[in-house]
């Protein structure tokens, strides 16, 4: 092919040159999502090293909890947002899945958001069985805190698994923090909690109840639930904001993650079942 103003470059040669291109531009702006223009003009977003709340103390799929106050930098990992010889973070262990439909994730080891597709040094990968997933509740199970019988409130109903595979049933989210947060009083085995679901109240879905946040409701006459009063669980914070704002006796400081569920919060819910 040739141009008006003399022969064009050709097809290998073109190629060469763009994956030069590319790779400068890579190497530019550190591998963190770039600076340049994309094919149409538009400038791509930057990836931030900021999260959404409902990443901070989120899990990863290894089971493995965020800290905030423990991650590495993405220049200290080789962050990028493409994939390295068939490795992604959307396949890494420490990987956490998108929470809020954005499409981008988070990371249990490093600051920031996390692109499903992108890569770095850390990168382990995840094995389908490495994480304790919930189960169906069987007919005959009674809650592990009150004894009641878990599979009459199918929209209610938790379960918490030990490392060592024991598995407990719960008929509400009152008794599994109560629990999770005197686990000693209840448990039968000396293994730690290795997994821990609840139902969302808003969905009745099952999740993640080491991700998920609690609204510390205290009107036992607001919500027709079982044990008559629990602290409603929701896999987003926004949503649990929201469900705060209906009322003026709960503000945003009512809003937990599993972690602030000691003894003295469990005792506002299942007091008479604690020693």
Request: aromatic share 8%; proline share 4%.
């Amino acid at each position: 092919m040739r141009s008006r103003d003399g022969p064009s470059l050709d097809r290998r040669t073109m190629l060469a040159l763009l994956g030069t291109s590319s790779a400068v531009a890579l190497a530019g702006c550190g591998g963190d999502g770039g600076n340049g223009d994309d094919d149409d003009g538009s400038t791509p977003a930057t990836l931030s090293d900021e999260v959404a709340d409902e990443y901070e103390r989120a899990t990863a799929i290894n089971g493995e909890r965020r800290d905030p106050d423990s991650l590495s930098t993405k220049d200290a990992v080789n962050y990028q947002d493409q994939p390295q010889d068939g490795k992604q973070c959307s396949g890494c262990a420490y990987y956490i899945p998108d929470k809020n439909g954005d499409g981008i994730g988070a990371c249990a080891l490093v600051e920031g958001n996390i692109e499903p597709s992108g890569y770095c040094v850390s990168y382990v990968a995840y094995e389908d069985g490495d994480t304790a997933q919930a189960v169906d509740v069987p007919a005959d199970a009674r809650c592990a805190v009150c004894d009641m019988k878990v599979a009459n409130f199918p929209e209610w109903n938790a379960q918490a698994v030990h490392a060592d595979d024991t598995r407990e049933f719960f008929c509400t989210s009152g008794c599994a923090t109560t629990y999770y947060a005197a686990t000693d009083d209840f448990a039968e085995t000396d293994a730690d909690i290795a997994g821990l679901w609840v139902r969302d109240f808003e969905t009745r879905d099952l999740v993640d109840g080491t991700s998920a946040v609690y609204a510390l409701e205290t009107d036992s006459d607001r919500v027709d639930d079982p044990m008559r009063l629990n602290p409603a669980p929701f896999a987003t914070r926004a949503d649990a904001v929201a469900y705060v704002d209906e009322v003026d006796y709960l503000t945003e400081e009512d809003i937990v993650e599993l972690s602030a569920f000691d003894r003295d919060q469990a005792s506002q819910y299942r007091g008479k079942f604690l020693e």
